[in-house]
């Protein structure tokens, strides 16, 4: 981990912007923002719940009868539709608004900062967006050949039109994880210590972020941590957030809408194919959190991680000669 010693550009400028604070207080700001970013969220997925739940027969008839379950069972049929969830990816707009106004109006540091860089942005982006597919189609294609997986074939549903409405509204909700975990949390902090503690706190942090979804397990959010240490990598390999923001957006969107497999926990909305998990193999395919909950997943972040401590090493020996 020493060599984490080197901080990115980002990180380097954000410091000479404004020193960081003490390592306590960070996270008690860091808490703060998200917070604010939560009902920030809220205030804007709201106008559209309210058309979504008024305008739905079943739930108003709940409602109408009084009876509690019904109410919570319409609510749920409701929160699992395609409109909502679409809606509530976008919503994820008002955690970067957030977080940028904090960065550029507290922390007195610019877009650069958080990983923000004109330089190249398009092809970092496609790269891992590239990227983002194929690590977890690696883990797709690991529970299939291990027997925890099954593509039983096309999805008779599918819907290209609803499927690039998802498209947009995971390029959003990838990349808004990122600015708060990576573009404000990592580089904040990185500001005053070592970039090793720097990763190793934001990337439980955002395990923890994930606590409360269903199906979470000690796997789960083992690897999610693992995702959070692999992206915060990424974003010091490459010196942007545009690459990992994409591979995010592309991880998650693969997950639920390509192969039609549960997103962290979050029931799949329209998806390419139709997969289906073979039942007591949760190792190998996650259980009720979906692949991010497999041992596969371990592996193909594992390796990742390995790869671009690997290349930073490299990089570091061919400066050298």
């Known amino acids: 981990m020493k060599d984490f010693i080197d901080k990115p550009l980002p990180v380097a400028e954000a410091a000479e912007k404004q020193k960081g604070l003490n390592w306590f207080l960070e996270i008690l700001v860091f808490v703060l923002v998200f917070v604010v970013s939560f009902f920030a969220l ?4 709201l106008p559209g719940e309210l058309v979504m739940f008024s305008t739905n027969q079943v739930y108003q008839e709940a409602v109408a009868s ?20 679409i809606l509530s990816l976008f919503a994820d707009i008002a955690m970067i608004v957030v977080v940028c106004l904090f960065c550029k109006l507290i922390q007195k540091r610019g877009l650069r900062t958080m990983g923000f860089r004109r330089e190249h942005a398009g092809r970092e982006y496609l790269i891992g967006a590239l ?6 189609s690696a883990a797709v294609l690991l529970g299939v050949l291990t027997g925890g997986l099954k593509i039983t074939g096309i999805s008779s549903q599918f819907s290209i039109g609803i499927f690039i409405l998802y498209l947009l509204g995971y ?33 439980l942090f955002f395990a923890a972020l994930h606590l409360m979804n269903d199906g979470i397990t000690v796997l789960a959010f083992i690897n999610l941590a693992l995702f959070g240490i692999f992206a915060s990598m990424y974003f010091i390999r490459r010196g942007n957030i545009w690459g990992i923001g994409a591979f995010h957006s592309i991880w998650n969107l693969v997950q639920g ?4 497999i549960r997103v962290s926990g979050m029931p799949m909305g329209n998806s390419l194919f139709e997969t289906v998990s073979q039942e007591g193999k ?17 592996v193909v972040l594992a390796v990742g991680i390995v790869f671009l401590y690997i290349r930073k090493n490299q990089g570091k020996e061919e400066a050298a000669a």
Not at 42 to 45: A, D, K, P, S
Not at 67 to 84: M, R
Not at 131 to 136: E, K, R
């Open 131 to 136: 990227a983002g597919f194929l690590f977890f």
């Open 66 to 85: 009084g009876n509690a379950s019904e109410i919570v069972a319409a609510s749920n049929q409701i929160a699992q539709t395609d409109a909502y969830m």
């Open 257 to 260: 809408n390509f192969y039609g």
């Open 171 to 203: 390029m959003i909700q990838g990349m808004a994880e990122e600015v708060l975990c990576r573009g404000y949390l990592m580089v904040s902090i990185g500001r005053r210590y070592p970039m090793y503690a720097a990763v190793l706190t934001n990337a």
């Open 282 to 298: 949760d190792l190998l395919n996650g259980g009720a959190f979906g692949m991010e909950g497999s041992i596969w997943v371990t």
């Open 42 to 45: 809220v205030i804007v997925v």
